[in-house]
């Protein structure tokens, strides 16, 4: 919980400097401004609620959805909405891929012993699971392969999918196939290993109790 809470502070810090340089927020002005238009130009709000739409005459209605439709059929709609989209992607993907490559991965690589802040303030580390110490290649796997590939950007990107309406029942199932597979290793496993650590075939240990050995000749001997 204490590691979520700082990565998600640097992701959302990382996000931000990546929004600003993009400009992404003038192309959300834009599109605000082109829906405006056409709302003024057929009378209707185009920001409307599921709820308020209930509430529309049928003659509303037909207006309402004549403007939509113009709206969506114009190409600098069209084109504002997909560079959002193409931004909102690129943004998330690299404000958490720099997050867990410097949280996750160039931390426990300083400390040793695949220690974050949070491991180093309960005396906690990672190993492999033959209580070898944690190669560098095998962390860097953990981090990005495990934690930020299949443990965290699949679940976002359908969350950006649901977002910008682009949600299909490939992307529900994956979603779904997901958590499952999590929970049934967490629950059902005796060291409740997580995929991440499934990957790279390693355990999180108590310090003060578990010997990390060098080499598997170290432990050998």
């Given at each position: ?165 682009r949600l299909g029942l490939f ?51």
């Amino acid at each position: 919980l204490f590691d979520s809470i700082i990565l998600f502070t640097v992701i959302v810090g990382m996000a931000l400097l990546l929004s600003t340089v993009f400009n992404y927020d003038g192309y959300v002005i834009r599109l605000n401004e082109l829906e405006q238009k056409y709302g003024e130009e057929f009378g209707v709000d185009l920001d409307i609620t599921a709820e308020e739409m209930k509430e529309l005459s049928e003659e509303e209605r037909k207006v309402y959805e004549a403007a939509d439709q113009a709206f969506a059929a114009d190409p600098d709609v069209v084109y504002t909405y997909n560079m959002m989209l193409s931004m909102a992607v690129v943004i998330v993907t690299f404000s958490i891929l720099l997050g867990f490559l410097l949280m996750e991965f160039l931390v426990p690589l300083l400390w040793g012993n695949g220690q974050t802040f949070g491991k180093k303030l309960f005396g906690i580390g990672v190993m492999r699971a033959d209580s070898v110490r944690l190669p560098t290649i095998l962390l860097f796997a953990r981090t990005v392969l495990g934690k930020f590939t299949i443990g965290t950007m699949i679940p976002v990107y359908v969350v950006i999918m649901i977002v910008f309406g682009r949600l299909g029942l490939f992307g529900t199932v994956v979603i779904g196939g997901l958590f499952l597979v999590q929970a049934i290793l967490f629950f059902g496993t005796h060291e409740h290993t997580p995929i991440h650590d499934k990957l790279a075939g390693t355990v999180t240990v108590d310090l003060g109790s578990q010997l990390i050995f060098d080499s598997p000749e170290a432990l050998l001997e």
